[in-house]
Antibody
Framework: QIQLVQSGPELKKPGESLKISCKAS????????MQWVKQAPGKGLQYMGW????????TYADDFKERFVFSLETSASTAYLQINNLKNEDTATYFC????????WGQGVMVTVSS | DIQMTQSPASLSASLGETVTIECRAS??????LAWYQQKPGNSPQLLIY???SLADGVPSRFSGSGSGTQYSLKINSLQSEDVASYFC???????FGAGTKLELK
């Protein structure tokens, strides 16, 4: 069945970097875009952007044009979200989701940034 | 950027009741709208796409309607498992509404 399996929780200090993975299975990875969504604790969903899985071209929402990098390892059907120079406000759960109507979501990665 | 105004922010309803959640876009989004349900501790799940198309496996008591800038999600005959947060999202530039928390009265 179609699945997106994300990497495990992260505890980081401000200024550090991290890279979250999202491994797809059950479909052809390059047939659908991969989207990224942030959810801060107790808050709503914030759209981060998407990556074209055929070309590798990322598109970032305005709030995520700095410090955030989307990438792919197509041979492994895996998408990545890298966050550089982590800040306290990056504490959140990060979801990957397949396609433009987000029919399938990963389980989310809880990221905690704290000194 | 297109802004999505979702209302109400919270809603309390009784079992069997019909509830309606609304989203208003800041400009015409041509029915490019989805609704998601999120239960605590879980990932969001797609309920409705293209404003009124039911996603696979979603109970028929959920329905979506609207056009232009005004859209709504209706839940008929509320069940206990419908307690969740609901989000609209337009997929012109993918902005989400702020969400509606649905509780049982």
């Amino acid at each position: 069945q179609i699945q997106l399996v994300q990497s495990g929780p992260e505890l980081k200090k401000p200024g550090e970097s991290l890279k979250i993975s999202c491994k797809a299975s059950g479909y052809t990875f390059t047939d659908y875009a991969m989207q990224w969504v942030k959810q801060a604790p107790g808050k709503g969903l914030q759209y981060m952007g998407w990556i074209n899985t055929q070309t590798g071209k990322p598109t970032y929402a305005d709030d995520f044009k700095e410090r955030f990098v989307f990438s792919l390892e197509t041979s492994a059907s895996t998408a990545y979200l890298q966050i550089n120079n982590l800040k306290n406000e990056d504490t959140a759960t990060y979801f990957c989701a397949r396609g433009h109507t987000m029919v399938c979501w990963g389980q989310g990665v809880m990221v905690t940034v704290s000194s | 950027d297109i802004q999505m105004t979702q209302s109400p922010a919270s809603l309390s309803a009784s079992l069997g009741e019909t509830v309606t959640i609304e989203c208003r876009a800041s400009e015409d989004i041509y029915s490019n709208l989805a609704w998601y349900q999120q239960k605590p501790g879980n990932s969001p799940q797609l309920l409705i796409y293209d404003a009124n198309s039911l996603a696979d496996g979603v109970p028929s008591r959920f329905s979506g309607s609207g056009s232009g800038t005004q859209y709504s999600l209706k839940i008929n005959s509320l069940q206990s498992e419908d307690v969740a947060s609901y989000f609209c999202q337009q997929y012109n530039n993918y902005t989400f509404g702020a969400g509606t928390k649905l509780e049982l009265k």
